[in-house]
């Protein structure tokens, strides 16, 4: 209809008409294009939304699996100074069974909880930058090189604790019927082979302060991406 109005006005010269017709048509194109634009806006904010409640979830998770191995962590750390302690003092403990247990503890250590499935699969393709804000883009980096470089810790922590060396399998026998529960881990020891496994304990003792310090820390930051996390869903 805007069409045969001006096909009609060009030729009467009739100016005014055709630019009041060609400005309807200029902005009936911008509208289109702006409800278009709010459309997809409006569009990328509801999957945004929808990422951050996963994220929300995911690492509300993390932390407070972070908080239990923390916890497990220290009494891993605790258990293997009480053996070294025992070792240096050279007299066994009057609580056998206790000891027993302390070293079922000692023998293991507590790795950081892994980070979250989602934000693995995101690192490598660059699929942060989907998201809208930058303090939230940096603290998911800042908690990946965190749990990058507690995986590292620990696999280095489990060599030491996994090496049949310094006298340790000799000294100290596991339970055939072996559970995680600490009082089942471990069958019997020989207090006069308990020398030669002081290696092996200062060893892997070297590894457990860095992996208790490191959990700390990944939970210092799932904590900060959870904050960036409720910001960004303002």
Known sequence: MILQRLATSIPKQDWFTVAVETLIVVFGVFIGLQVNNWNTASQERAREGIVLEQRASEFTMAVEEGKRAQVEAE???????DVLKAIW???????????????????????????????VELMPGGGLSDLSSPDLRTALIRYHETALYQRELSSLTLQRVSAPHDGFHDAIHVNPDFSPEPENRLERYDWALMAGTRQQFQTIMYGKPGLSYGIAEQIVRGQAVLEEIEKARE
Request: net charge negative; no cysteine; aromatic share 6%.
């Open 75 to 81: 009494a891993s750390l605790a258990a293997t100074r």
């Open 89 to 119: 003092e050279g007299e066994e403990p009057d609580d056998s069974g206790a000891f027993l247990k302390t070293l079922g503890i000692a023998g293991g250590f507590e790795p950081a909880p892994a980070e979250p499935v989602t934000l």
